[in-house]
């Protein structure tokens, strides 16, 4: 057994970090692309081979499916940062009462979750001005994909514990299976069986269940404190307490920005079907680059978890600044490939030229932009990282939340261009990153005093 963990995971608390970091986000990164693909694919597919009505319903549930599923991945972070503090301690006891707690938990949230989307699809599209001729196809997908939120639960659990084991690879494989599935199976239902929204939706959720069956075989297989066992399937008031004080908080973090997007969405949505539909395609941009990122980020919160408990102070701001630093390099490199490439990403999702030309007016104005996110995004996981969630929360929805909606509502309003729209993002990213770094600063100095005077 010793052999096997050498061979996977990663030492986070020795060694370079320069190297580990990368090392540990690259299958991240993949896995992250992989998961938002399952939408992403569901979009192509019916933008190609159905019609740009099919493309315009399942894109306008991109918001609502981002807003549920990032709870779930807040969720995961949550237990990542978690598991890590304890592993880097030492603690195996309080690990596998942690691990067995939080898949408790996240079952839960994911039946709950799955419950709203089924129930209140219509009346969340209808709050968006969803085009008349949209709604039906994009209420129907939503309800099906919606029925996937606990197989999204339970994947994001086992992510988040194996992540904070070092083990990067095991989720990348177990999500690469279900992407083949989901890929196959949207292709055979909507051009083999004349399906269209109904059936990349479920296509996406077969294959979701698939990665969550997996995820959960391998760890009910471990001999080690991250094993899952069904006589410690059990709830630990104190550690679920432990457990949502950082999930919760992370997840509302990542559906706050989804929230304020409504309204972005609504602004969208005051065009024309074509437009709506350029946007729906554009937008796949915008979540394959936020996930990317977000490996770095769950990199950063991880190696600081760890080597925190650990007692390796010297390692925990430098793999802040070395996180910032990759994060910042992607959003730029993703961002400028973007714009050089803009059309040919576009023709992946539609045929149609005037969706294409409306979509590219998104993609030119956020392409400048991405980088500016890894400022913010980073330091939240930073302060997740040494166990700080709710300010963080609090900064993001005034900074990028209440900014947004009050800019919808002034400069656009004002403007009512596709530029005078995207132009919040950076604003608020800018505002908010600001706010997040001070934070950090100072709840950084505060421990490391705290900790040294002890």
Known sequence: MADYKDKKKIDITQGSLWKNIIIFSIPLMCSQVLEILFNMTDVAVVGRFASYEA???????????????????????????????????????????????SLLLCIIIGVILS????????TMLTMLNTKEELIDG?????????????????????????????????????????????IILNLVFVIGCGMAAEGVAIASIIAQYISAGLTVKHMFGRNDSCRLRMDELKIDPVLAKAVLVLGLPAGLQNSI???????????????????????????????????????????????????????????????????????????????????????????????????????????????????????MDCTIAACRGIGKSIVPTFIVIMGSCI???????????????????????SCSWTITAIAEIAYFTVSYRKLMHAQRAA
């Open 55 to 101: 493309l315009g319903s399942v894109g306008s549930t991109t918001l609502l499916v981002t807003l549920f599923t990032g709870l779930l991945i807040g969720m995961g972070s949550g237990i990542n940062v978690r598991a890590a503090q304890q592993l880097g301690a030492g603690d195996d006891k309080k690990t596998a009462r942690t691990v067995h707690t």
């Open 115 to 122: 419950a709203i989307c089924v129930g209140f699809a219509r």
């Open 138 to 182: 994009a209420v129907l997908y939503f309800r099906i994909y919606g029925l996937g939120m606990p197989a999204l639960a339970v994947f994001n659990f086992g992510n988040g514990v194996l992540s904070a084991k070092g083990e990067t690879n095991r989720p990348l494989i177990y999500l690469s299976c279900g992407g083949v599935v989901n």
């Open 257 to 375: 920005f989804a929230l304020a997007n409504l309204f972005i969405q609504t602004g969208v949505n005051s065009f024309d079907a074509v437009m709506v539909s350029g946007n729906s395609a554009a937008a796949n941009a915008d979540a394959l680059m936020f996930n990317v990122m977000a490996a770095i980020y769950t990199g950063c919160a991880t190696f600081m978890g760890q080597n925190l408990g650990a007692g390796r102070h010297e390692r925990v701001l430098k793999s802040y600044f070395i996180s910032l630093f990759y994060s910042a390099l992607v959003g730029l490199i993703g961002g400028g490939l973007l714009i050089i490439f803009g059309r040919q990403f576009l023709s992946v999702f539609t045929t149609e030229t005037a969706v294409v030309d409306a979509g590219l007016q998104r993609l030119h104005v956020m392409g400048f932009s991405f980088f500016i996110s890894a400022f």
């Open 403 to 425: 900014f947004r909606i009050i800019w919808v509502y002034t400069i656009f309003a004002y403007f009512h261009t596709v530029p005078s729209l995207y132009l919040v993002y």
